[in-house]
C-alpha cells in the first residue's frame, strides 16, 4: 500500500533529475497519454487540456491514445516512459486507486508516478426508463422484493460503476444484477429496448437521455447534486457512507524534473479553474478540481486507503 510519505516525496525526489538545457528538451512537445479509445470522458478531458494548456505552458501538447487491459497498457507505458516532464498520463480512479487492489501482477505501482494535479471528478448516474421506477425509494422497493431480477449495465465486474453499484447493494440489503458492456451505446439501446432496467453511468449520457426524456435519472453516486439537475438526490442523501465517483489526474513518471511537474501543474491549474473549462466539465456531468501536487498525492493515498479495504471485502478480482 503507499505510504504518505512515498507519494509527497515524489515531486522531491525528482529536485536530484538533470533539467534539461535551454533548447532542447524544453522544444519537445508534452505528450499526454489516455488509456482509454477515443471519445470517452478522459478522452475529452485530455483534449479540452491540451489545446488550452500550450499556451500557458509554453510548448505545444499532443494527445495519444494507448487503450487496452482496464487502462493498464496506458499506464504502464507512461510509467516506463522518459522520467523528463514531456510525459505525461491522464489516469482515472481506476487506474491507480482501484488496478493495484484487484490487478494480479500489476505491472505498475502508485510510487512509479508523481503527481501533478487533479482534473476532475465524475459521479455516475443511476438511469432508469421513463416507465421505470420514479424514484431511488421505488427502486429499492423493486429490488428488495425482486432479488437479483433487478439488472443494470457496466463496464466490468471489477469497473467503477459496478463498485458504486455494489456499494449501493450493500448498503441498502438488496441484490440487484450486472451486466457487461464494453460501451455505453450498448447499454443505452438495451436499456430503450426494455432489456436491461437500469444504467450506471457518466454524467453526460445520463443527463442526455434525461433531458430527451427517454431516460430518468434516479439518484447521483457523488457527493454534491449536480447543477442544473438538482432535484435528483444522491445515494449519500440516504445513506451517507455511499458516495462513489473516478477521477481524473495528470501524472508524470516518478523522479521527472521538480521544476518541470510545478510548470506542468501551474499551466493545468490556469486552464481548469477558468469558467470555460468549469463550463465544459459540467456539460460533460464532471467537476472541475485543480490542485497542487502535494494535495493530489494525498488525494490519491486517500482514495487509495479507502478503496483496497472495500474490495478485499468485496473479493473484486480482474486477472
Known amino acids: 500500500m503507499p505510504t504518505r510519505r512515498a507519494m509527497l516525496a515524489a515531486p522531491c525526489i525528482?529536485?536530484?533529475?538533470?533539467?534539461?538545457r535551454p533548447g532542447q528538451a524544453q522544444a519537445r512537445p508534452v505528450t499526454i497519454t489516455v488509456p482509454f479509445p477515443p471519445g470517452g470522458s478522459t478522452d475529452v478531458t485530455a483534449r479540452v487540456l491540451a489545446e488550452r494548456m500550450a499556451g500557458?505552458?509554453?510548448?505545444?501538447?499532443?494527445?495519444?491514445?494507448?487503450?487496452?487491459?482496464?487502462t493498464v497498457?496506458?499506464?504502464?507505458?507512461?510509467?516506463?516512459?522518459?522520467?523528463?516532464?514531456?510525459?505525461?498520463?491522464?489516469?482515472?480512479?481506476?487506474?491507480?486507486?482501484?488496478?493495484?487492489h484487484i490487478v494480479?501482477?500489476?505491472?505498475?505501482?502508485?510510487?512509479?508516478?508523481?503527481?501533478?494535479?487533479?482534473?476532475?471528478?465524475?459521479?455516475?448516474?443511476?438511469?432508469?426508463?421513463?416507465?421505470?421506477?420514479?424514484?431511488?425509494?421505488?427502486?429499492?422497493?423493486?429490488?428488495?422484493?425482486?432479488?437479483?431480477?433487478?439488472t443494470y449495465g457496466t463496464n466490468g465486474p471489477s469497473s467503477f460503476n459496478n463498485i458504486a453499484m455494489l456499494l449501493v447493494n450493500e448498503a441498502f440489503y438488496v441484490r440487484m444484477q450486472d451486466v457487461t458492456y464494453r460501451g455505453d451505446s450498448a447499454q443505452v439501446a438495451d436499456l430503450l429496448g426494455g432489456r436491461l432496467d437500469l444504467l450506471v453511468v457518466g454524467g453526460a449520457t445520463g443527463l442526455a437521455l434525461h433531458r430527451a426524456g427517454t431516460g430518468r435519472i434516479l439518484a447521483w453516486t457523488g457527493d454534491r447534486r449536480m447543477?442544473?439537475?438538482?432535484?435528483?438526490?444522491?445515494?449519500?442523501?440516504?445513506?451517507?457512507?455511499v458516495v462513489a465517483q473516478t477521477w481524473f489526474g495528470l501524472l508524470v513518471p516518478a523522479r521527472s524534473p521538480a521544476g518541470m511537474i510545478e510548470r506542468l501543474s501551474q499551466a493545468a491549474v490556469q486552464v481548469i479553474r477558468g469558467d470555460d473549462f468549469r463550463g465544459r466539465m459540467l456539460n460533460e456531468g464532471m467537476f472541475a478540481a485543480g490542485s497542487t501536487p502535494e494535495e493530489f498525492g494525498r488525494f490519491l493515498i486517500t482514495e487509495s486507503n479507502r478503496w483496497g479495504p472495500l474490495l478485499r471485502r468485496l473479493d473484486l478480482q480482474a486477472g
Open 227 to 241: 447543477p442544473g439537475n438538482e432535484e435528483v438526490p444522491l445515494v449519500a442523501d440516504f445513506k451517507p457512507d
Open 73 to 100: 497498457i496506458g499506464a504502464d507505458y507512461v510509467a516506463r516512459s522518459a522520467p523528463d516532464g514531456h510525459n505525461v498520463l491522464i489516469a482515472s480512479g481506476s487506474t491507480l486507486t482501484i488496478n493495484p
Open 104 to 150: 494480479r501482477n500489476l505491472s505498475y505501482r502508485l510510487e512509479d508516478f508523481s503527481p501533478v494535479t487533479l482534473v476532475s471528478t465524475l459521479p455516475f448516474a443511476i438511469v432508469a426508463r421513463p416507465d421505470g421506477p420514479a424514484d431511488l425509494q421505488a427502486l429499492m422497493a423493486r429490488a428488495a422484493a425482486r432479488p437479483g431480477a433487478i
Open 14 to 20: 525528482a529536485l536530484s533529475a538533470a533539467a534539461p
Open 56 to 70: 500557458p505552458l509554453g510548448l505545444p501538447v499532443q494527445v495519444e491514445n494507448r487503450p487496452g487491459a482496464a
